[in-house]
């Protein structure tokens, strides 16, 4: 690859990345319940789950929403319910206590992005955009991987550490448990929205 398409790749990224998503909503939650350090497991379990995501796609899991579309609608019913079980978690923490078995961990992290629609969205649009049938089929996909691998750490990082500022700026018990109630709810919309559009999967996976 060229490094005028690198640069697009990485543009894309960024804004894909960085923009407010189920994964953001949740990392920007637990940061604000758990504080950034103890949230980096889940952090760095979503990253994996992200990269993951990727090599399913590349192996073309991605074209089973097409064939079978009951796995869809099984799919979508499972991150329903990880997005609704993980911001009923984060509603219910209790900001005053710092028991770290509360706070959600590498595995929670890394199954977010899975069940996550926007997440498969992205890496397919990506592929469908960037891979060239001219050139090495791996190369280019080990690429665009390494791409969000670079963007991910420190844009996911801002939304983690976002959640942390913010709940050192609040000192109010109450007002915390209204912070996690608002961005739990956040997720849930966000997710929502994410599975109302989710037939641009379509398009996608028939190019």
Known sequence: MDAAKISLIALFAVSMVGSPGPVNMALMA???SFGY???LPFLTGSISGFLLVCLAVSLGLGTLFLTFPTLQLVFMFLSAMYILYLAYRIATANPTVSDR????GYLAGLILHPLNPKAWV???AAYSQFVSPYGSYAGQIAVIMLIFLLVSFPLNSIWCFGGNLLSRLVTSTTALRAINICLSILMVV???LAMMQAEILAP???G
């Not at 078995?101 to 959600?104: L, V, Y």
Request: proline share 5%; glycine share 6%; net charge neutral.
């Open 30 to 32: 637990s940061g604000a």
């Open 204 to 206: 996608y996976l028939e």
């Open 190 to 192: 966000v997710v929502a």
């Open 37 to 39: 350090r103890r949230s």
């Open 101 to 104: 078995s509360e706070t959600p």
């Open 122 to 124: 992205t890496v397919i």
